[in-house]
């Protein structure tokens, strides 16, 4: 498409609809390089309005080209008024005079992120079903195939201008914020995107629960960790673990991978600080990804974990009796539900493995383990037999009934 068949299609168009210069420039937005589409369109416009006086002025009668260039270009206007004709300005066919100014909404957005400390934001327009029935009417009635669509236009445009008010990066796939622009309405809405930080926590008390609080426990994580909601601002705050201890386990070691989120934060920078109180410690690591997230909890389905336990027997055992227990490295366990998880089927199978056991002697009645095995195994359980529902077992192995005095992780592979 030449220069020549841009005019001749431009005008072609204009006698059907009156556009604004930026419907009728993207029309043609793939011609040319870095101009904007209503620069395109006042540059046809102008051609065509040179075009046509010059034509008029050899005496050819193009005055009904004139009236349709007119309507939507005021010196053709004055033009015709000079020879008496007047002609009533148009408004734009496709946006009605939306893309005039759209990028008056990037301003009035600014001001609703007033005080939220954000890196990175991403633009969401809802655009007026009409505009784009009607913009789909001019493309199919003259078969463009050049141009650019409203919708890629206005995101662009608004886009834009927020990138030069507030200086952020735009991030369309995570954006800490998002700007949802409602041109039906005029509503401006600002998502504030959860924000996800990865750790890991150990736990030194066995009076901590993860979330809930119940009998004689004194706190949670989910509370310890409140600090990091206040740090950003956030509405709510969730955790995120992989796997779980009982609420009178210690977590050792390396600790367990945790990912806090916050809801609705107001802030999107920096990292909390480590916490440490004698029950808990909680070692932040860096910012992640809700993806992350479902790996990691995935991931304690296929974990190895290693247990210490203090086990106390109701019947004296010698040192020689404990021997036996070297059968169960390398034993696939099966266990129903055990009788204290009571949310859960208590007909359900669960089948883990041990991959090796080791024990201490310490007296007649207590001895401690050290048991390495697939994650998901109920430990508890699987020492005291839970009566017969887990087999085989370290009670039924020994032949005596047993309690778990202490349960200690001591890490997670
Ligand atoms: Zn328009």
Redesign the pocket.
Known sequence: MDVVDILEKSLEILKAYP??????GRLFAQMGYALENWERGFSIKTMLHMKLVTLFRQGVDVTTDLKSLARIHKPTRRFLSTIGITVEEAQ?????????NVERFAKEAVSKVDGIEFETFAVGTTIPREILERESEVVKKFLVSTGESIKHEINRRIGKELLRLLGRRVDKQRPNILIKIDLINGKIDIVKNPLLIEGVYLKLSRRISQAKKFGNVKSSLLEKLQYIRDMYGGVEHIIHVSGREDSDARMLGPGRPLVVEIKQPTKYKGLPHLYSDGDVIFIPLGFTTRDEVRKLKEKAKTDIKLYRALVYSDRPLSEEELRKLAELSGKTVVQYTPRRIKRLNPRKKRTRMVYEIVWRFISSHVFELYVRCQGGLYVKEFIHGDGGRTTPSVAEILNTYLEVLELDVLSIE
């Open positions: 556009l604004c210069d930026s419907c009728l734009c066919y496709i946006c009605g005079g939306l893309l005039s």
